[in-house]
């Protein structure tokens, strides 16, 4: 019975027992079988062990010096980087069965010891850990997805509850929307090849995203040679607003530091960035298979129309914005009505300088 062919490598496994002749025995069943066992004869050998090597199965005798079996299983289980290691306890005892139970052991083997049974259950149990690390596996491709859209924090609170994040369907949250738009670039376009023009995105796009996610935002979409990300959601944040002023005080900041590695004359590109704080539809939009998470509304509207409107280098704030994100340096630019909205808006232009 080969228990290597189970996770297509030889197993690691732990054996615990303060009987060196047991663990002798169960080192030569488990050899015989494609396994790599590692032996402890006490609490304390077992459990540096398990901090140092990658064990894929433990099995713990009750009765040990320094820590007997049931305590090594508690500290196993409790602990969220080894708690899906599958756990066999060695008894003669059947009376030690319940307790074992209670302390999260996931099967048990009787003495004297029986090559077959033993075989049997360690196969069963390596089953287990193949779709647990599978699962590990997909979860990881999955983290590595949403890091191109959220940083590391956001990511891992998403898969914390995946039924809530992922699902289809949106809500009204209060966001702070960003725009960040690349002045010039169209006329750029006219001028240079597309190999040019996807350059200058591909060294751009890099460096403002990355910008978002320091800031914990929310990458939303490229839209051409401009930017969408939002503040607020999935997560909630009571600084959502400061948070995306920061982000647009720093993506003028690195643009410009960007700007004469880049070899453009002088004011050929540069950015204009938007913000707008208020309600907006925010979640999942599409079908089962084909979906984008993003925010739509009248606020997302207003910060691309203050994009629209603000010049090169500069950074237009909504009064909402102004406000929430604890009244930032800014120069106060009036009331000013925005392509396709009937009211007049409060702007004000962010001073770059911290």
């Not at 289980?77 to 996931?106: N, Q, Y």
């Not at 609170?157 to 002045?183: H, Q, S, W």
Request: charged share 25%; net charge negative; with cysteine.
């Amino acid at each position: 019975m080969d228990l290597q062919t189970i996770l297509g490598r030889p197993p690691q496994v732990l054996v615990a027992d303060d009987d060196r002749n047991i663990r002798e025995l169960l080192q030569t069943y488990l050899e015989a079988s494609g396994c790599r066992v590692y032996q402890a004869g006490n609490g304390k050998a077992a459990m540096e062990i398990l901090e140092r090597e990658s064990i894929d199965l433990v099995l713990l005798d009750i009765e040990m010096p320094g820590g007997n079996g049931l305590e090594i299983c508690r500290a196993i289980k409790d602990d969220t980087r080894t708690r899906m290691i599958p756990v066999m306890i060695v008894t003669a005892h059947e009376s030690d069965r319940l307790e074992a139970v209670d302390s999260g052991a996931d099967e048990f083997l009787g003495k004297p010891l029986h090559s077959g049974i033993l075989l049997t259950r360690a196969r069963s149990l390596l089953r287990l850990r193949k779709l647990h690390l599978d699962l590990e596996e997909r979860n990881e491709l999955l983290r590595r997805t949403l890091h191109r859209y959220v940083s590391k924090e956001m990511a891992d609170t998403i898969l914390a509850e995946p039924e809530r994040y992922l699902r289809l369907g949106g809500e009204i949250r209060r966001v702070t929307v960003l725009f960040a738009d690349i002045k010039g670039f169209v006329r750029f376009t006219e001028n240079h090849s597309a190999g040019e023009a996807v350059d200058v995105l591909n060294r751009v796009f890099p460096v403002l995203t990355k910008v978002i996610f320091e800031n914990n935002g929310t990458f939303d979409k490229f839209i051409g040679d401009a930017v969408m990300a939002f503040y607020g959601a999935p997560i909630q944040q009571p600084d959502a607003a400061r948070r995306a002023v920061e982000t647009a005080r720093r993506m003028q900041l690195a643009f410009a530091e960007l700007l004469p590695s880049m070899n453009l004359a002088s004011g050929e590109i540069a950015l204009g960035i938007g913000l707008h704080t208020g309600e907006a539809i925010v979640g999942n939009i599409g079908s089962e298979t084909v979906m984008d998470y993003t925010a739509v509304g009248d606020t997302v509207n207003i910060a691309k129309r203050l994009q629209e409107d603000a010049w090169p280098g500069q950074v237009l704030l909504s009064q909402a914005t102004y406000e929430e994100a604890g009244e930032p340096a800014v120069h106060r630019l009036g009331d000013r009505r925005l392509s396709g909205r009937s009211g007049p808006v409060t702007i004000f232009s962010l001073e770059l300088q911290p």
